[in-house]
C-alpha cells in the first residue's frame, strides 16, 4: 500500500479539490458560449456561420457530448473537465514515478493536485485548456516514458501513432496545443530521432485531417480559415497593438527556443530535456498573445511541475548551471517568463478569489448560506438569468424565440431558445453583425417571443430598450440584475 501512495494521495487530493466544481451555477460565458454554439448546430444553425466561435470542432463535440448524456447542466461539463484533469495527473505521477522516484512522484503530484484541481488557473471550468490537459499530458509522457529513453529498444509504430491521435486531440481542443506538439516534434528532430518524427507527425496529421476535413467539405474553407486563423489577428492586434516590435520580439524567443534545443541535444538525459522544451514551448504559448487569462498557464502545470521536480530529485544545480547550452535554455525561459508578469499575477488573484471559493461552497453545502447568496460569489446575473429560466419553465415558455441581450447564453441552452441573429453570446452577436442595426433588423423581421437583458453587463443598452418601447411587450422579472420581457401582441 505504501508504494501506492505517491499516486493515491495526490488523486485524492485533486478529487476533493474538484468537487465544489460540480455545485456551481452557470456563471462563466466562454462556458455559455460554447454551450450555445452546440446548441444552435442542432437547431440547424452553420458552425463557423451562424453558430460561430473560433474554437476547433472537437471541443463542441465534448459540449455536445456533455448535452447528450446530462442535458445543458453546468456539472456535466465540469465532470468532462475533471475527468481531461484527473488524466494529467495520473500521467504525470505515473511519469515521475518512472523517471524520477516515487518519493519525488508525491511531492510533485501533490503541487500539481492544487494547481490543477483548483480555480487558481480557471481548472474549475470546462475551458479549452482545461479540457485538452487530459489528451496532450497522456501523450507526452507516454513519449517520454516509452520513446525518449535511448537505452529502450526502438519504439513501436502502434505505440508513436497513438500518441500523434493524443496530441491531435488536443490541439482540435484549443489550437495553442500545437506547442506540445512542437515540443516533441522539435526533441525528435535535433536529436536524429526521424521514424518517431514522421509516424507520430502522420498520426497527428491524419487525425487532424479526419476531424477537419468533413468541416471543410460542409462549411467551406473560407469560413473555417476565418475562425481558426483570421479572427485571431484582431485579437493579436488589440494586445499586441499592431506594432513591429512585439511580433519581432516573439520571433526571437521562437529562435531562442530551437536554438536552446539544438545546443542540448547531447545532453546526457534526454528526457529532461524533453520536458524543458515541454515546459517552454507551452510557457510561451501561454504568453505570447499578451493577454492575461490565468487559464491559459494551466496547460504550463504538469511539465513544469515535472522539471522542477527532475531537476530538484536528480541534480546539483549549482554545478550544471554554469554549463554553456544550460545557461542558454534557463535564460530563454527566464526571458519568456519575464513577459507574463501579467499573467502571474492574474494567478494571483485567482488564489486570492479561491480561497473564498471553497468557503463559498463549503456554505453552500452545508446549508448555511442561500442559493442566491451563493451564486452572488460568482456574480449577481448569474442568479437573476437562473431565476429567469425558472419563470421561463414555468410559463411554458421553452422552445421559442427568444433574444438574449447579454454575454452570459445560457438561457439560450437551458430553455432552448431560438434566437433570431447568428451566435449566442452578444459580443459575438455583435461582431457578426456587424452592430445593433443589423441585430434590430433580424428582430423587426421576426419579434421574438422572450426578451432578456442585463442592463449593468452590457453595452448597446438603449438599442434594445428602445426595441422593448416599440413592441408590445410586458416585463415579467426584474431582479438581481436581470429583466425578462414577454411579447404580447402579434
Given at each position: 500500500m505504501k508504494r501506492r501512495l505517491c499516486i493515491v494521495l495526490p488523486i485524492a487530493l485533486y478529487v476533493l479539490l474538484r468537487v465544489p466544481s460540480f455545485v456551481e451555477p452557470q456563471w462563466y460565458q466562454d462556458e455559455a458560449g460554447y454551450a450555445s454554439t452546440v446548441w444552435l448546430t442542432h437547431l440547424g444553425y452553420g458552425l463557423y456561420i451562424n453558430a460561430w466561435n473560433n474554437k476547433p470542432p472537437l471541443l463542441f463535440g465534448i459540449y455536445g457530448l456533455a448535452q447528450f448524456v446530462w442535458g445543458p447542466s453546468e456539472a456535466g461539463i465540469h465532470v468532462l473537465g475533471a475527468l481531461s484533469g484527473l488524466a494529467a495527473m495520473i500521467a504525470a505521477l505515473w511519469g515521475m514515478a518512472r523517471l524520477f522516484s516515487r518519493r519525488a512522484a508525491w511531492w510533485g503530484g501533490m503541487v500539481a493536485a492544487v494547481l490543477v484541481g483548483t480555480p487558481i488557473f480557471d481548472a474549475n471550468l470546462a475551458l479549452p485548456e482545461s479540457l485538452l490537459i487530459g489528451p496532450v499530458t497522456v501523450g507526452v509522457v507516454w513519449f517520454l516514458c516509452s520513446c525518449a529513453n535511448p537505452e529502450r529498444p526502438r519504439p513501436r509504430a502502434a505505440t508513436l501513432a497513438g500518441i500523434g491521435v493524443l496530441l491531435a486531440c488536443g490541439v482540435l481542443i484549443q489550437q495553442t496545443a500545437i506547442a506540445d506538439v512542437a515540443s516533441v516534434v522539435l526533441w525528435c528532430l535535433v536529436r536524429g530521432a526521424?521514424?518517431?518524427?514522421?509516424?507520430?507527425?502522420?498520426?497527428?496529421v491524419l487525425t487532424v485531417a479526419a476531424v477537419m476535413v468533413p468541416v471543410v467539405a460542409s462549411v467551406g474553407v473560407q469560413n473555417v480559415w476565418f475562425a481558426m486563423v483570421t479572427s485571431y489577428g484582431g485579437y493579436l492586434d488589440s494586445s499586441l497593438h499592431v506594432q513591429f516590435a512585439p511580433f519581432a520580439f516573439r520571433v526571437v524567443l521562437i529562435v531562442a527556443i530551437v536554438a536552446a534545443a539544438w545546443a542540448n541535444r547531447s545532453a546526457h538525459d534526454s528526457r529532461l530535456e524533453l520536458i524543458r522544451i515541454w515546459t517552454t514551448a507551452v510557457l510561451f504559448a501561454a504568453v505570447a498573445s499578451g493577454y492575461s487569462y490565468e487559464h491559459f498557464l494551466l496547460p504550463m502545470v504538469v511539465p513544469a511541475v515535472m522539471l522542477g521536480t527532475g531537476i530538484v530529485s536528480r541534480y546539483r544545480l549549482a554545478e550544471r548551471l554554469r554549463r554553456g547550452p544550460l545557461l542558454l535554455a534557463a535564460a530563454t525561459v527566464a526571458l519568456i517568463a519575464s513577459t507574463g508578469w501579467s499573467l502571474s499575477a492574474?494567478?494571483?488573484?485567482?488564489?486570492?478569489?479561491?480561497?473564498?471559493?471553497?468557503?463559498?461552497?463549503?456554505?453552500?453545502?452545508?446549508g448555511s448560506i442561500s442559493e442566491e447568496a451563493y451564486d452572488g460569489y460568482f456574480g449577481v446575473v448569474a442568479y437573476g438569468e437562473a431565476e429567469a429560466e425558472r419563470w421561463m419553465s414555468t410559463h411554458g415558455l421553452t422552445g421559442?424565440?427568444?433574444?438574449?441581450?447579454?454575454?452570459?447564453?445560457?438561457?439560450?441552452?437551458?430553455?432552448?431558445?431560438?434566437?433570431?441573429?447568428?451566435?449566442?453570446?452578444?459580443?459575438?452577436?455583435?461582431?457578426?453583425?456587424?452592430?445593433?442595426?443589423?441585430i434590430v433588423a433580424r428582430m423587426e423581421a421576426s419579434p421574438p417571443k422572450v426578451i432578456l437583458i442585463t442592463p449593468g453587463t452590457i453595452e448597446n443598452l438603449r438599442v434594445i430598450r428602445d426595441f422593448v418601447a416599440a413592441h408590445a411587450y410586458r416585463r415579467v422579472l426584474d431582479e438581481s440584475g436581470v429583466e425578462l420581457y414577454v411579447r404580447t401582441g402579434n
Amino acid at each position: 500500500m505504501k508504494r501506492r501512495l505517491c499516486i493515491v494521495l495526490p488523486i485524492a487530493l485533486y478529487v476533493l479539490l474538484r468537487v465544489p466544481s460540480f455545485v456551481e451555477p452557470q456563471w462563466y460565458q466562454d462556458e455559455a458560449g460554447y454551450a450555445s454554439t452546440v446548441w444552435l448546430t442542432h437547431l440547424g444553425y452553420g458552425l463557423y456561420i451562424n453558430a460561430w466561435n473560433n474554437k476547433p470542432p472537437l471541443l463542441f463535440g465534448i459540449y455536445g457530448l456533455a448535452q447528450f448524456v446530462w442535458g445543458p447542466s453546468e456539472a456535466g461539463i465540469h465532470v468532462l473537465g475533471a475527468l481531461s484533469g484527473l488524466a494529467a495527473m495520473i500521467a504525470a505521477l505515473w511519469g515521475m514515478a518512472r523517471l524520477f522516484s516515487r518519493r519525488a512522484a508525491w511531492w510533485g503530484g501533490m503541487v500539481a493536485a492544487v494547481l490543477v484541481g483548483t480555480p487558481i488557473f480557471d481548472a474549475n471550468l470546462a475551458l479549452p485548456e482545461s479540457l485538452l490537459i487530459g489528451p496532450v499530458t497522456v501523450g507526452v509522457v507516454w513519449f517520454l516514458c516509452s520513446c525518449a529513453n535511448p537505452e529502450r529498444p526502438r519504439p513501436r509504430a502502434a505505440t508513436l501513432a497513438g500518441i500523434g491521435v493524443l496530441l491531435a486531440c488536443g490541439v482540435l481542443i484549443q489550437q495553442t496545443a500545437i506547442a506540445d506538439v512542437a515540443s516533441v516534434v522539435l526533441w525528435c528532430l535535433v536529436r536524429g530521432a526521424w521514424r518517431s518524427s514522421a509516424i507520430t507527425g502522420g498520426a497527428f496529421v491524419l487525425t487532424v485531417a479526419a476531424v477537419m476535413v468533413p468541416v471543410v467539405a460542409s462549411v467551406g474553407v473560407q469560413n473555417v480559415w476565418f475562425a481558426m486563423v483570421t479572427s485571431y489577428g484582431g485579437y493579436l492586434d488589440s494586445s499586441l497593438h499592431v506594432q513591429f516590435a512585439p511580433f519581432a520580439f516573439r520571433v526571437v524567443l521562437i529562435v531562442a527556443i530551437v536554438a536552446a534545443a539544438w545546443a542540448n541535444r547531447s545532453a546526457h538525459d534526454s528526457r529532461l530535456e524533453l520536458i524543458r522544451i515541454w515546459t517552454t514551448a507551452v510557457l510561451f504559448a501561454a504568453v505570447a498573445s499578451g493577454y492575461s487569462y490565468e487559464h491559459f498557464l494551466l496547460p504550463m502545470v504538469v511539465p513544469a511541475v515535472m522539471l522542477g521536480t527532475g531537476i530538484v530529485s536528480r541534480y546539483r544545480l549549482a554545478e550544471r548551471l554554469r554549463r554553456g547550452p544550460l545557461l542558454l535554455a534557463a535564460a530563454t525561459v527566464a526571458l519568456i517568463a519575464s513577459t507574463g508578469w501579467s499573467l502571474s499575477a492574474a494567478g494571483y488573484r485567482s488564489a486570492v478569489w479561491s480561497f473564498g471559493y471553497y468557503a463559498n461552497a463549503v456554505s453552500y453545502m452545508s446549508g448555511s448560506i442561500s442559493e442566491e447568496a451563493y451564486d452572488g460569489y460568482f456574480g449577481v446575473v448569474a442568479y437573476g438569468e437562473a431565476e429567469a429560466e425558472r419563470w421561463m419553465s414555468t410559463h411554458g415558455l421553452t422552445g421559442v424565440t427568444g433574444m438574449v441581450w447579454s454575454n452570459l447564453a445560457w438561457p439560450i441552452v437551458d430553455e432552448r431558445l431560438i434566437p433570431p441573429t447568428r451566435s449566442g453570446p452578444l459580443y459575438v452577436t455583435l461582431a457578426l453583425e456587424h452592430g445593433t442595426a443589423q441585430i434590430v433588423a433580424r428582430m423587426e423581421a421576426s419579434p421574438p417571443k422572450v426578451i432578456l437583458i442585463t442592463p449593468g453587463t452590457i453595452e448597446n443598452l438603449r438599442v434594445i430598450r428602445d426595441f422593448v418601447a416599440a413592441h408590445a411587450y410586458r416585463r415579467v422579472l426584474d431582479e438581481s440584475g436581470v429583466e425578462l420581457y414577454v411579447r404580447t401582441g402579434n
